[in-house]
């Protein structure tokens, strides 16, 4: 069965960096696009972004620029997110999401359990 | 970017009560949208894609219909699993946008 399995929550201090891992299992990563997607405390979702699992191109959503980078190690099928520069406000749960396309993309069908991000002194 | 406006954010509701969302979109998006639940703690779940096709396994009180700008989610007879947030997800475009969530509590 499908699965998107992601690390663990992390405490870290403003200025660091973190990096967020997401396997995918009982399917080939490479066969469908990734997302990342944003909840902060008490709010709703919001897409990072995408990465192509074929080529490792990614795509940021406006916001997500230049502290964010996706990145893929397939012979691990694993998928990955780093957030550098930390601030207060990327304190939030992060989950990775698989796009399901047929013809076109129609909805993220699976999701990570998600991994929350504390950032603070 | 497209935006989507969830309507109402917050609903009280009975078990048993039959309960309509509504998600506008401020262009046309066909039928490239999709509902999600989510629980408190726990990652979104795909119910519906498409505007109308039910995922495998989501029961079928759930039903959405809808295309163009406005589409609406309804479960027929609402149960105690269903308390819970409920999004829509714009996929006709990038930035791939979300509603702003409806919560459902009991009433």
């Known amino acids: 069965q499908v699965q998107l399995v992601q690390s663990g929550s992390e405490l870290k201090k403003p200025g660091a960096s973190v990096k967020v891992s997401c396997k995918a299992s009982g399917y080939t990563l490479t066969t469908y696009a990734m997302n990342w997607v944003r909840q902060a405390p008490g709010q709703g979702l919001e897409w990072m972004g995408w990465i192509n699992t074929n080529t490792g191109n990614p795509t940021y959503a406006q916001g997500f620029t230049g502290r964010f980078v996706f990145s893929l190690d397939t012979s691990v099928s694993t998928a990955f997110l780093q957030i550098n520069s930390l601030k207060a406000e990327d304190t939030a749960v992060y989950y990775c999401?698989?796009?399901?396309?047929?013809?076109?993309?129609?909805?993220?069908?699976?999701w990570g359990q998600g991994t929350m991000i504390t950032v603070s002194s | 970017d497209i935006q989507l406006t969830q309507s109402p954010s917050f609903l009280s509701a009975s078990v048993g009560d039959r309960v309509t969302i509504t998600c506008r979109a401020s262009q046309g998006i066909s039928s490239y949208l999709a509902w999600y639940q989510q629980k408190p703690g726990k990652a979104p779940k795909l119910l519906i894609y498409?505007?109308?096709t039910l995922q495998s396994g989501v029961p079928s009180r759930f039903s959405g219909s809808g295309s163009g700008t406005e589409f609406t989610l309804t479960i027929s007879s609402l149960q105690p699993e269903d308390f819970a947030t409920y999004y829509c997800?714009?996929?006709?475009?990038?930035?791939?946008?979300f509603g702003q969530g409806t919560k459902v509590e009991i009433k």
């Open positions: 498409v505007a109308s």
């Open positions: 999401a698989r796009t399901y396309c047929g013809a076109d993309c129609y909805a993220f069908d699976f």
């Open positions: 997800q714009q996929l006709n475009e990038y930035p791939r946008t």
